[in-house]
């Protein structure tokens, strides 16, 4: 079952690109009516990930594809028992993805104000409903012994479970914060930069709190593992970092920490993949919920092969947006989609 092994390892990675990309996605999503007032400077802000979201948000679906297919008894009692959690995130998905179409379609303050709040709630809403998911794995939620869901909504929100998706909300709101500055010049740059190094202490204290929590759930003793060690270095380093005015290196340490909070949840649930809080003898492992062996090698050979060309095309896409925008840029009449994308950016003088 060496292969099962692989494909839990995978999962996590997709699980993690899925935040260390989507994340800073999120945190612009609901920054950008905070951070700046005035609509050129929030056109400005929407366009850092104007090219990008829909494309990082494949990670998710890549993730939960892989659960089906490697792992369907845990696919099918996770959604089973989180199917109001689910659909409350494909809610906070379609609005957040509708309100960069259509903010820009109506000239009014007030229509573009409304998509504005909903584009704010949307991206509030994704980290945290997935947080309290992914805390559930580890935490723990009824499963009987037919490893199906045994409990109800209510079972969902488990205090480690609400305080994950506490926890990566506020990372995307730092690392939404970091890459801000990094993409825009101006006024925008100086509060993006500002409400960073006011972020990072915050999100230090809540980053230590989960590793805190998180190792005392999972009952591995006094010696903590090295995710959770980096992600706590991380998210300081981050705001050292911010304080000094190295934003490359800022976003960095941000991805850093995003990456090794989501990779400490399945380090210490391995190799449960869905703890039952009603039996450990109920719980759901990687060996007892994977698919044969002939599907995974099948799996496998596909993943090789195509993983890298996805990497490829994504590195490539990052690389030919990489300039800053500034809020100049969107003066004029909007764009496709509300968002000014018809402007080209300039690089910094």
Known sequence: ???????????????????????????????????????????????????????????????????????????????????????????????????????????????????????????????LVIGIALGDLLHGVPIG??????????????????????????????????????????GVRRRAGLLARRAAPVAGLVVLAFVTWTHSTAGRGILINLAELAAVVAVFAAAWLIATGHEGWAFAATTLAMATTVVSIFVELYPRVMVSSTNSAFDLTVHNTASGDYALKVMTVVAIVLLPVVLAYQSWTYHVFRLRLTAEHFQGPEGPGGSGASVAPQPEA
């Open 1 to 127: 079952m060496a292969l099962a092994v692989f494909w839990f390892i995978l999962i996590a990675v997709l699980w993690t690109g899925f935040f260390v990309l989507e994340g800073f996605d999120l945190g612009v999503g609901m920054l950008h009516a905070v951070l700046v007032r005035d609509e050129p400077g929030r056109r400005a802000v929407i366009n850092t990930i104007g090219p990008l979201w829909d494309g990082n948000e494949v990670w998710l679906i890549t993730a939960a594809a892989a659960m089906f297919a490697a792992f369907p008894a845990w696919y099918a009692t996770l959604l089973s028992g989180l199917y109001l959690a689910v659909v409350l995130l494909l809610v906070g998905l379609i609005i957040r993805g509708v309100s960069f179409e259509f903010r820009g379609k109506i000239d009014s303050v007030r229509w573009r104000r409304t998509w504005d709040v909903l584009l704010t709630a949307g991206s509030l809403i994704v980290p």
């Open 145 to 186: 012994s037919d490893q199906e869901f045994a409990g109800n909504f209510a079972d969902l929100f488990t205090g480690y479970g609400v305080f994950t998706g506490i926890t990566l909300v506020v990372l995307c709101v730092l690392h939404g914060a970091t890459f801000i500055a990094l993409k825009t010049t101006g």
